[in-house]
């Protein structure tokens, strides 16, 4: 499945999010089915980081994305943190059975690591990382600690918005 996406972190008005990709021979695939259906990575009108044309966003949401970074930027533009998926696969557990519920929390220190190993892997290719899922609205001290390891953007719920941009603002001008 792909996903049209809009104002990622100056990658221009529209990028393409590919969400689930487990490995990197399946990020080849999906490359070249968009390319099939006229939609080449880096085709039509200049866009985003450097003028280049249609972007491709990858979801980092299992831990083989963020162990294989370096890799998986040399396939994708740049690259959004899916908190709740990665959480799971990470501490694995599933945040909606009863029996192990409990367990689920994104402010883990594992989860903790695997953040800076994402933004820093991205960074260290020059790709920009953003996260997506309920952690920056739900946990203002996870927020905090993307900012402070450099994330270039942040979903929010709208309730948590001016209240999270507020803390930005402090954080980057600290």
Known sequence: MLVLWTGFAGCGPVAVMVPCCRRLEEARAVLAAMAQHGLARGSGP?????????QVVMMCEIPNNVML??????CF???????NDLTQLTLGVDRDSALVAASFDEGDAGMLRMYRMAVEG???????IGICGQAPSDRPEIA???????????????????????????????
């Open 122 to 128: 991205a960074h260290r290719q020059g790709r920009p």
């Open 144 to 174: 905090r600690a993307l900012v402070a390891l450099g994330i270039d953007s942040l979903s929010l719920s709208p309730d948590r918005w001016l209240a999270t941009l507020s803390m930005v603002a402090a954080a980057e001008s600290a």
């Open 77 to 83: 533009d740049g690259f959004s943190i899916g908190s």
């Open 69 to 74: 970074m370096d890799e998986f930027a040399a």
């Open 46 to 54: 200049a866009q985003g980081v450097g003028g280049s044309g249609l």
